[in-house]
């Protein structure tokens, strides 16, 4: 308690030890003291509660009245207890101090005061004798500056707090304030006691009847007690204000109306053009306004119509542009990708297939010819072997790799077979030994189909018509093929149109020389034009055996050609039908005939007219003659070591003659969607595939199907998406390709292109021939020239001249 | 006359020309290279084609008059003149 000290502005003042902390009132800490009662006197006074001894710098002194009215610091009037400070001027005090010399009040003091550094000197009025006098004198600056500072502290001092002493409060008597009187107004207490009432009845009368009766209310007056309803103006409530929503909605009107019915009938009006009569028209044409008109307007007409023979403005380059770069920057794989293969272990080990036909309707159905694989010796020396195996067709479907789906028996291998256009139930097939058979497959179409759940066994279907062998050809049956539907051949070999529009004719040809034509109707439909020394056809009733369909009951066994067409000397391996000529290729010639049968004037004969023309180009023997499918005049022919290109018409050469190639070509066939693809098939299994358009010294693309020889190509369009080409080979096995995109799709004008390049190989044909006519002529020209000279040469005759 | 008919065959011999018509003001065909019967639906209908597309023109701008209309069908392109009182068809194949 005693360290304490005076911290005001941080001044720091080393009291006497007799101070007490109360001094620390003034330090502005905010503890608060226990303060006894001289604290709560002191507002703003400094006083000391206990006071012993006077610190150095201040000197208690005494004052006599006549000195403090002399200084103006008379006690309790100048001076108070609240304004104890008073400032002294040394000089006074000097002067004092000189004028009463020991009288003065501050004589004891002298020295100090004339050592006093400042002016000014202050007195501090000690009301309360701390120091033990009235007055004190401050001594040192420092001190009086302590003081002064004091004092303004002082002045700003707060007063001091009141602190209530706290206590914990004691229950006291409840002070009613009147806010229970609210409380026992509502409780429900009686204001007076119950009342009780008995009421009784006499007893004889319990249980007597009740007797009711009606009463007017309204005659008695008071008969009824009735509260009216009024106004009650305590409750009119006037809404002052209302929240509602509103939305708007288009206007509805309903509204109806009844119309007049009326039923339609039909009617119709016929109208022609007014026209003009011819006088009329000549005066308008006549007419200055006319003249006037096409004048004006014709520059119109000239400049559009040059604009359009110029270019043509609608022309899109773009979608154009787009087709060509299609076909160069796919990636995709143009080889032929084998899409399935054939082969039975029963039916044709050992044996190659001679010719392949894909069934006109039905998706997926494939038909071969089994034929066995021997040399003339050796179908000798085992005939009696080849009696006890039929020959078959068999008919391969693509759900079923394994086992053929029907079988058609021949009385012979079968070279070539055909399947008729108009009904593809009929199928024709040309034999071995000459004669044409006929099968009926309508009972097993459905199976074909795939409709029809399989039995085990492959159902065999035996022909149904036959032709006579003695009437048949002589050799092996090599082409034969079905006449359009659309025309038949009469019997002197006049095409005539068919008005049934199904096939009924047959083209065979055979190498013994002989075309004949087959008909398949009933004798009695034929025309009978002349029938002189013709064979007729004789009807025959047969039984039916072996389950076989009727169709062609007429024809079996007694089949007869209808014209058999007799070429000297030329063996016939293939023929390709056109309207009314025929092309007949053998061992590498190109015989080109027209097969109208001539009626010779002398023996009445008819014969056939000589082959227009021949022309040997191919090494060997040709086995092919196609026809394209986009050009109807040309014509595609294989044999030997090359293939040929012809044009009808043409009868020069060959428009086109591919290089010999390594190997044999045995067999061709055009692309069925592109026009200048062709397929080859050579003897070493390899399909060539040519694309004309883009080279033609050799195959585009060569690929390898089979170890041995190919027997037969035939292409197929199964849909847009995909194309089949069906291969044979020697072995009997039959493999199925997909063309991919690049081969099945024919580029932007190919068309156009093939026919511009045949058109154009033709002009080279025909200025060839010009040429080697001219190369002709001038030979001629320049041997007689020669010849003329010599002459000219040995008649001339010499003269001498002999001068003497 | 014989100018008229000189004109004609000057546009008539333009390399892909097919036919001239001239037709009147009412659509009755007054001369032509083609036959009757496609003469007269080309008459009838390039009239009230063109009838329509001058008044769509003058609806446009009553100041403006169609000259020269020209119908671009896939296959060959349609030219018509209008006149007061005359109408001048020429169908020709542009470029091929």
Sequence with gaps: MGAGGLNTKGRHTQLGSGYLSCTSAFSGSPQPQPCGKALMQATGEMRAIIMQSHPNDILPLTL????????????????????????????????????????????????????????????????????????????????????????????????????????????????????????????????????????????????APIFFSDRNAMETKDG??????????????KQMERHTGVQTIPNLKSSSTQTQWTYPRSMCTQYEPREFSEEKKENCL???????????????????????????????????????????????????????????LHFSKEKTISNINWHPTINGVIAVAVTERLSFEDRINGSTKLLLNPSLILFWSFSDPINPQLLLECPDDVFSFEFCPSDPNIIVGGCMNGQVVLWDISTHVEQLQGTHKRENETPVVRYCAVSGIENGHKAPITDIQWLPGTFEVSRM????????GICVQIVTCAPDCCVMFWDIRAPRVLQTMADQRKQKVEEKPLENPHG???????????????????????????????????????????????????????????????????????????????????????????????????????????????SCSQKKCTVGYWSQSRPAVLFIGKEDGNI??????????????????????????????????QHLLAVSDHLGTLHILEIPWTLRSPSSNEK????????????????????????????????AEELRKKTYLIKRPVIFIIEK | MAEVEETLKRIQTHKGVIGTIVVN????????????????????????????????????????????????PKKHEIMVAPDKEYLLIVIQNPSE
């Design chain 1, 286 to 344: 006549q007419s200055e306004k006319l003249k006037n008109f096409v004048n004006s307007v014709a520059s119109r007409f000239e400049i559009a119509i040059q604009q359009n023979e110029i270019m043509d403005v609608f022309f899109d380059d773009w979608k154009a542009l787009s087709e060509e770069d299609s076909g160069y920057g796919r990636k995709a794989d143009p080889h032929l990708k084998e899409y399935q293969s054939f082969t039975d």
């Design chain 1, 752 to 783: 156009l292109s093939m026919s511009k390049y045949f058109e154009k190989e033709v002009d080279r044909l025909v200025y060839f021939e010009k040429r080697r006519e001219m190369r002709a002529k001038e030979k001629k020209d320049y041997e």
């Design chain 1, 224 to 237: 009824f007690i009735e509260c009216t309803p009024y106004q009650d103006k305590n409750f009119s409530l």
């Design chain 1, 493 to 500: 070999g006049v095409p005539m149109e068919n008005k049934n």
């Design chain 2, 25 to 72: 003001a009412e659509g009755i065909p007054i001369r032509t290279t083609l036959d009757n019967s496609t003469t007269v639906q080309y008459a009838g209908l390039l009239h009230q084609l063109t009838m329509k597309a001058r008044s769509t023109v003058r609806d446009l701008d009553p100041q403006n008059d169609l000259t020269f209309l020209r119908i671009r």
């Design chain 1, 64 to 207: 006599t009245s006549a000195t403090q009215e002399l200084f103006g610091c008379r006690c309790d009037e100048d001076v108070t207890g609240d304004n104890p400070y008073k400032i002294l001027r040394k000089e006074d005090i000097v002067q004092d101090m000189r004028m009463r010399a020991a009288v003065s009040d501050f004589s004891p003091m002298k020295q100090l005061v004339l050592d006093y550094p400042e002016d000014e000197l202050l007195l501090v009025y000690d009301r309360d004798f701390i120091y033990g006098s009235s007055f004190y004198l401050v001594l040192t600056a420092d001190a009086k500056e302590r003081h002064l500072k004091v004092i303004e502290v002082a002045l700003e001092r707060e007063p001091s707090e009141v602190f209530a002493a706290q206590k914990t409060s004691e229950p006291q008597p409840w002070i009613s304030l009147g806010s229970e009187q609210e409380i026992e107004e509502e409780s429900v207490t009686d204001s007076r006691p119950r009342l009780k009432y008995r009421i009784s009845r006499v007893r004889r009368e319990f249980g």
């Design chain 1, 548 to 658: 076989v369909p009727n169709t062609f009951k007429h024809l079996d066994l007694t089949w007869k050609p209808l014209i058999r067409v007799q070429h000297i000397s030329y063996c016939k391996t293939r023929l390709q039908l056109v309207l009314s000529t025929t092309f007949c290729p053998q061992d590498g010639e190109l015989v080109y005939t027209d097969w109208k049968l001539e009626k010779d004037n002398d023996s009445g004969r008819l014969f056939s007219a000589k082959p227009s023309h021949r022309f040997i180009i191919h090494d060997g023997q040709v086995n092919t003659v196609r026809r394209s499918p986009f050009f109807k005049d040309i014509i595609l022919t294989v044999g030997g070591w090359t293939f040929a290109i012809w044009k009808e018409g043409v009868t020069n050469g060959p428009i086109i003659q591919s």
């Design chain 1, 688 to 721: 060539d595939v040519w694309d004309l358009l883009e080279k033609t010294h050799e195959p585009s693309q060569t690929q390898n199907i089979t170890a041995t020889q190919i027997t037969c190509i035939k292409p197929w369009i199964v849909s847009s998406k």
